[in-house]
């Protein structure tokens, strides 16, 4: 691994610094590109204004009409968590701003697929519903939206992933990323566009004379839910979406958050009051997705929804008991996955440019998280495949692919499409994150399809393991405060955590679990205690590190930890 120290403007930590902004901070927020002070504004003023999002104004007057005249409005969710929290967005919005007639359906991740298929939109007409509401897809469901018309719907389209060449014939489609959109945040997730709607809506409904300013609701509520479903769908944490993520913790911290993340907090382990963005990621995040991934999400959108607390302490345990039971599978397909991997790997050569990955024996559920894996641990763009669940499918095969840094996995999938038509069934994603559907018998064709492209887009310095660090961390910062305080910043996607690097002594090591190297440090002449999770190599004495501080108690009394990340090789 190769660390690359993040580049510091001089002018700008003076610049932050003289703003105030504590010196560690200032260095910090200056290698992410912030210059200036008001950039840290994370204020609700600050937010971007909601017209400059395309089709925004007719997905307003649509609603705005629906809801005057009583409409049945339907919303056709993802099975993920950003798909689960703005479906919850969606329904908790819409009855504040006065829709008496709100349901949802989510697909099934084995029988319906992905979107809004034509079934789908069946079923949305069988409910009695007049408006089909789309969140966190829609933007490729061409025959979806033209069976809804066709039947009668109205359609309207929220989405942010990247549309294909045609676009779906919606009544209304609010998506950042569609061809004449010149939002500056195009990084929002499916829970932000939908939020951003209802922020459009609420303002129609003013100008018409439904609410003034002291009546207006107040959406601001539902900001939890949206910082959640931004975290957990691993975008780019922007400008943008940072003043959604830390207006949604500030409310959480606080204890104002619906009663369904509260009991999520509880059945975690985690404390609400000292909530981070991590705690989407790592903790509450996983308990929403799993339930798609081997269940149903009405499970995660239920709890979400409800204002119940013992309905939602139910409901949160439930999702506590399939995501241990998805860490099960998980777990039995990672170490067969990566067998399977060693298997194919010549150990005295690299790994090919780019990893495919099938067993009959393979969940679809949790395929993604197994890519996830193996890519982090060749550092090559990954898929892995498994048998499709879908009634009357047994011959097809569902993929989810992990990437790299340089190499766009949806391109790469239309790429491959283009070079060999037919041989991918659907596809569809984002640079980092894609899925596609094959049909079994293609699967070697892909893969040869994929290591071409592979080949052709990568080079020996993208395929070099890096990591982007902040230099050493000062002694005098080493301190469980300053922990603390980092911890409570917003960091994620594209807005890394801080990661330090230099040399440091190690003084004693040993295995704990039988899969992680617990340490015995020395930094700057002071002893520190080390984690190095899933790592059971030994180190050496002298050791180039990177790493990340976090606060660690022992006997009621706090300590600064080093979590190790890599070691300069």
Known sequence: MQFISREVAPRSVWALEQAGVHPLLARLYAARGIHEAHQLDTSLAQLLAPSGLKGIAQAAALLADAIAANKKLCIVADYDCDGATACAVAIKGLRMLGAQQVSYIVPDRVVDGYGLTPPIAQRV???????????????????????????????????????AAVLPDADAIVNPNQPGCTFESKALAGVGVMFYVLLALRALQRTRGVWDVQSQPKLDSLLPLVALGTVADVVKLDANNRRLVAQGLARIRKGAMPAGMSALFVTAGRESAQCTAQDFGFALGP????????????????????????????????LDRINRERRVIEGEMRDQALAMAQDMLDPDEAPPPALCVFDPEFHEGVVGIVAAKLKDLHHRPTFVFAPSQANGKSHELKGS?????????????????????????????????????IEEEQLGLFEEALQQVAQEWLDDATLQRRLQTD??????????????????EVWGQGFAAPTFSENIEVLGQRLVAE???????????????????????????????????????????????????????
């Open 125 to 163: 007409k069988t409910s009695g519903a007049d408006i089909l509401i789309t969140v966190d897809n829609g933007i490729a469901s061409v025959e979806g939206v033209a069976t809804a018309k066709a039947l009668g719907l109205q359609v309207l389209v929220t989405d942010h992933h990247l549309p």
């Open 287 to 318: 308990r929403i997705n799993a339930a798609g991934r081997l269940a149903d999400m009405t499970l995660g959108i239920e709890c979400l929804c409800t204002d119940d607390l013992a309905r939602a302490t139910e409901l949160a345990t439930a």
């Open 401 to 437: 692919g992990r990437s790299i840094p340089g190499f766009h996995l949806r391109d790469a999938l239309d790429l491959v499409v283009k070079r060999h038509p037919g041989v991918l069934l659907r596809f569809g994603g984002h640079a980092m994150a894609a899925g596609c559907t």
């Open 471 to 488: 230099g050493p961390l000062p002694p005098e910062f080493r301190r469980p405060d300053m922990a603390d305080t980092l911890a409570q």
């Open 515 to 569: 899969k992680h190297l617990s340490l015995k440090l020395r930094h700057h002449g002071q002893p520190v205690d080390g984690i190095w999770f899933g790592r059971v190599e030994p180190l050496p004495s002298l050791a180039h590190l990177a790493y990340r501080i976090e606060t660690d108690a022992w006997q009621g009394t706090k300590r600064v930890r080093f979590v190790v990340e890599g070691m300069a090789e």
